[in-house]
């Protein structure tokens, strides 16, 4: 049985290069293999930060709070589509400038079920070009948050965020994310 190209995740060695594909589902495990994803955090024109939590069906971190998109590149699919395909299926919206603000940024982590996430995750900032009719399947919450409110939890209360959105907002910006996307 082929998988579905649309299912597939970016493999990649021990220098981050891709060296081949596999089956989203099947490479999330006690075991996964480092592959290829992405993060992304939505601003609006008043500066304020998408978070979104997790809805309870997801296989790992369910009903975790965390950043505004997550996904994976499709092989061949540039980052900027497939942030923007995430944001649309996930939120039911259409993310504007779409640019990088980790573009390097690696983690593991472990959720409590035992599934590893192993992966090179560029992260990236957009501005929230439509209103937001965000999938239940994917996202069960949704609160606007001020930068400073969030580099708090992340120092304070990192367990209330997921593993990757912490990492992420300590080495971030935060303050000054997504400034040059805000009109005026």
Known sequence: MTTDPADLVVLLDDHARPCGTADRVSVHSTVTPLHLAFSCYLV?????????RRA??????????TNSCCG???????????VARRVAD???TTAGPI???????????TDASGIRENE????????LA?????????????RWAAPADLAAVAARSPWLLSPWSVEQINHMDIASLGADLIPG
């Open 72 to 82: 994976h590149p499709r092989p061949g699919e540039s980052m900027a589509d497939a």
């Open 56 to 65: 309870l069906g997801k296989r790992t971190w369910p009903g975790v709070w």
């Open 99 to 109: 640019v990088p603000v980790l573009p390097d940024f690696r983690y593991q982590a």
């Open 44 to 52: 609006d024109d008043r500066g304020q930060i998408l978070m979104t």
């Open 130 to 142: 439509d209103a937001l009719d965000p999938d239940p399947s994917e996202v069960m919450e949704h």
């Open 120 to 127: 090179v995750c560029p992260v990236f900032v957009a501005s």
């Open 90 to 92: 996930e939120l039911g």
